[in-house]
């Protein structure tokens, strides 16, 4: 039997034999230091002197729940025009060229949109920090978005769109967002945006995002690696700070998504070519981050005790050969957090899986449907993936610590498992009343177009 001894599966070993306790996380230290400048801009520092190596990193509170239809999509557009032209490297060229001698061999440089925020990051050696803040604040403070690179770029996007587009469930999923925001709203939760606007952006919109949201006061700035923090503050200061920065318009709460309005509930069904099994796909409004704090912490904890192979969700699901696999998740957002229960499951038992589904969400709120050992080992599993992303400073600086800075904030991330270990039955249970067990839902379900034909699935047999 081959033996597993990656870092994952030894916290795995190390959490089931109880070594790290109920108690220990709130002892430790928050992973970074951090310093606000005089303009807004956050400071964010995450040292680790293992290698000789820096990230620094941009962020900015922007992304799909910032776009109206007429934008939507302009923000990843816009993560693409990063890497191209500004004031001190007037040419892609000269841009990457830039790049290349900071970095050297060991340079890397990446960005990515999400729902809520966007960052941008290069990985270089540390002898060059000065020289990486420099790089990094010509690339956010003067773009030029030249018009031929836009041009160019659109199609490197949609690109993009074509190969999501491509994947099985895609056309689902894409449904699935215009019911569960409205036809209205869904732009604002679908960062992939549409195609007619992504195809007719200009220069000037790419301006107007950039006045709006890329302003020091709605930006953090993350170093992380090899780095002195006294250092990193000074010289964020000089290349970031008021005196070449200044401070903008503060973006929010004005262009704030609408209140989404109330779900209704529905089924979503769509082919996807030649799909050997059903994917199906139960969403809910869920709790928003600085709002429902309490329902966060109570959601994160109830979806790890069901989606743990030994509960009761899994054993009358998967175990009982109704589902392959079966996954309970919310989503953490700070503009209505997604809830959804996704399942892979054979196609002759697409019906009864979906029953089976809604059976179990019944008896959620039961006084026994978990143990407290499940209850506490849960716990102890969050408790280890907070300890496993900051186990990698690169890693924490452009993964998790973006989402909570934007979304949560820093004093979120902070308290997260002192309240995550509060988190009691009638936690629980308040939670799922209140945004799960008895409430509206979009029911998705795909598979291939013969499956479809013989499962003719309708909505007042499948929705309860």
């Known amino acids: 039997m081959h033996k597993c001894l990656c870092w994952l599966c030894i916290l795995s070993a190390i959490l089931a034999v109880g070594l790290i306790t109920a108690g220990s996380a709130s002892a430790q230290p928050a992973p970074y230091k951090s310093k606000t400048l005089a303009n807004g801009l956050d400071v964010i520092v995450v040292e680790n002197h293992m290698v000789p190596l820096a990230t620094v990193e941009l962020v900015a509170k922007n992304g799909g729940f910032t776009e109206p239809p007429e934008y939507s999509g302009l923000s990843h557009l816009y993560e693409h025009m990063f890497f191209k032209a500004n004031e001190k490297y007037p040419s892609q060229e000269k841009f990457l060229h830039g790049l290349e001698d900071l970095g050297g061999s060991l340079g890397v440089s990446n960005a990515a949109t999400h729902q809520e925020h966007v960052n941008y990051f290069i990985v270089i050696p540390k002898k060059n920090l000065a020289g990486g803040l420099d790089f990094m604040s010509a690339a956010i403070r003067t773009p030029l978005f030249d018009t031929a690179e836009l041009r160019k770029e659109r199609y490197v996007v949609l690109g993009e769109f074509d190969r999501n587009e491509a994947e099985p469930t895609f056309k689902l999923r894409y449904a699935m967002d215009s019911a569960v925001w409205s036809p209205e709203l869904f732009s604002r939760k679908e960062q992939l945006g549409l195609r007619p606007t992504i195809l007719s952006a200009t220069p000037e919109m790419m301006h107007t995002i950039q006045h709006r949201f890329y302003v020091p006061n709605n930006m953090a700035l993350i170093v992380a690696g090899d780095v002195d923090p006294n250092q990193v503050f000074a010289e964020a200061e000089k290349y970031f700070g008021p005196a070449i920065w200044p401070k903008g318009p503060a973006p929010f709460p004005t262009y704030n998504p609408p209140p989404f ?59 009982k050969r109704l589902a392959y696999q079966v996954q309970t998740s919310y989503y953490s957002e700070k503009n209505v957090g997604p809830i959804s229960i996704d399942a892979y499951v054979p196609i002759p038992a697409t019906k009864k899986a979906v029953k089976a589904i809604q059976n179990e969400i019944s008896h959620w709120t039961d006084p026994d449907y978990f143990t407290d050992e499940e209850l506490n080992t849960a716990k102890r599993i969050l408790e280890g993936d907070r300890i496993y992303e900051t186990e990698s400073a690169t890693s924490f600086a452009t993964n998790s610590l973006p989402l909570w800075w934007a979304s949560a904030g820093l004093d979120y991330f902070n308290h997260y498992l002192d309240n995550v270990k509060k988190v009691t039955r009638a936690d629980i249970q308040r939670y799922l009343n209140k945004w799960i067990v008895g409430k509206n839902y979009v029911l998705g379900v795909t598979t291939n177009q013969t499956a479809l034909d013989k499962l003719q699935l309708k909505a007042e047999d499948l929705i309860q």
Request: glycine share 4%; aromatic share 12%.
């Open 261 to 319: 309005p109330p779900i209704k509930k529905q089924l979503v069904v769509r082919e996807a070519p030649n799909l050997p099994y059903t994917y199906i796909d139960f969403e809910w409004h869920g709790p928003s981050l600085g709002k429902d704090n309490a329902d966060t912490y109570a959601a994160d904890v109830f979806s790890t005790i069901v989606n743990e192979p030994n509960s009761r969700f899994q054993k009358d699901l998967v175990d």
